[in-house]
């Protein structure tokens, strides 16, 4: 079954950031209640935007979120400090966003992560940039995949962002991300691919139809688990209609049911 | 780019076979103008309701086509000597719906093909019924396609249709269907897929989502033909949309076009 990780619990956003500040526990549990309710898996916390703030920010999100949920999270930092102590207030197995190829953000990831009991999203970035074809992609994904491995991750824990990049800049960039994740999804069996995907339509118009084709389009290459949001019911109608075209769904029960539900997808 | 082949004009749809009864041009004649307007590349034409008619029914119809597109015809028929009447009829080079390899189908057919300068719709059944795996479609196809070279035929001239069944019924026909044209385009390097798709919802609500989305996730998998109704702007949106991901559209220019236009997509 596809993953959902719900990503609006992020400092970036300007209605959570003045939430954080005003330390509005309100607001960012019936955000969380919404999510867990749309069907999240994952609920990413990011508590990067108010800079010298991450660490007391995070500590109180992350009480405000558990008090709304009992879904695992994304904790969602840079900083293998926060991560630490954020790790240790955690009371389900968390996904740690994010480790790369990046020498400064590898080597104190993977530092931090040896002995950890998670799930990791790993992004297919190195020192040379965003990836310029599937190979470059697959690749890197095979670097992360060994070193994880070699720390003791199971590849059912390690989720691979392939990094969509914008088809209006490269018309190959669709067909890369989804060749790429087809070939992760069988050279390197057991891992997930996950990633935000809003990315390919940047810079066209209609964004919405091309965000929503494309989540299928990469379903249909293998693709099990985004990060989105959950509250977006005709990116999550997608999910499911998808979801059940490849042949995830037994008896369609889960589609039936969302039909019945009214599901939404103009 | 993406072949649509128009299927309204087929009398077994109620509309069309009054039309047709009562020599009613100007209906078909708009019904095609507009067809070519949305983008068809083929009008299908299909006179095989009205028992005892075919043959005078497909010449009226012929005419009346003709007279309201340029556009090349497919031509609908399981009887080689309506084909062979229309082939006289027809002023560009047609495609010709169906041939598979059910024997009663194959050989009159493989007969009349011998010479013609048409492209051919092709099945993947035979006298054992609907394929039960992608490697039945695949083995099929591959047969289909060596017949046809045999007696002369191009890979570009060839679509062959993979035969879409319900999802509700098995929940591995859409995965059967995708993976099946992914290995025939690679495969059969040069020939088209193509075919209707609506059958994948049969029995399942909310058909027009699933539908939608099942078409962008074959289109992932290399699907480059259908036939559908170009007058459904849903449907004609994700074509495009789709076709633009795949890579098929350079600097998105045709989905650019479209999104200017207002393309429709609820």
């Not at 904790?75 to 926060?82: A, E, I, K, R």
Request: charged share 25%; glycine share 6%; net charge negative.
């Amino acid at each position: 079954m596809f993953t959902v990780i719900g990503e609006r619990i992020n400092t970036t956003l300007k209605k959570v950031k003045a939430a954080v500040t005003a330390r509005d526990a309100e607001y960012i549990k019936y955000d969380v209640r919404k999510q867990t309710e749309a069907g999240a898996a994952y609920i990413d916390v990011n508590a990067g935007a108010r800079i010298g703030h991450e660490v007391e920010d995070m500590t109180w999100l992350l009480e405000a979120v558990q008090q709304a949920t009992n879904l695992p999270l994304c904790l969602d930092s840079p900083d293998p400090g926060v991560l630490e102590m954020a790790y240790g207030l955690v009371s389900k197995k968390p996904m740690i966003n994010s480790i790369s190829l990046e020498k400064d953000r590898f080597d104190p990831m993977i530092k931090y992560l040896q002995g950890k009991d998670c799930r990791i999203l790993a992004l297919c970035m190195d020192d040379s940039g965003m990836p310029k074809s599937a190979n470059d992609i697959v690749s890197r994904a095979k670097v992360l995949v060994a070193e994880l491995e070699k720390i003791g991750f199971a590849r059912d824990d390690i989720f691979l962002d392939p990094l969509v990049q914008p088809q209006g800049v490269d018309k190959s960039n669709g067909t890369m991300a989804m060749s790429a994740v087809r070939r992760i999804m069988t050279e390197i069996e057991g891992v997930h691919t996950t990633g935000g995907l809003s990315n390919i339509s940047f810079g066209l118009p209609q964004r919405r139809t091309i965000n929503r084709c494309f989540l299928s389009m990469m379903i249909a290459n293998g693709f099990d688990s985004a990060i989105m949001d959950p509250l977006d019911e005709v990116a999550m109608t997608q999910v499911i209609t998808a979801d059940m075209l490849a042949g995830n769904d037994d008896f369609c029960m889960r589609f039936i049911k969302a039909a019945r539900a009214g599901v939404r997808d103009d």
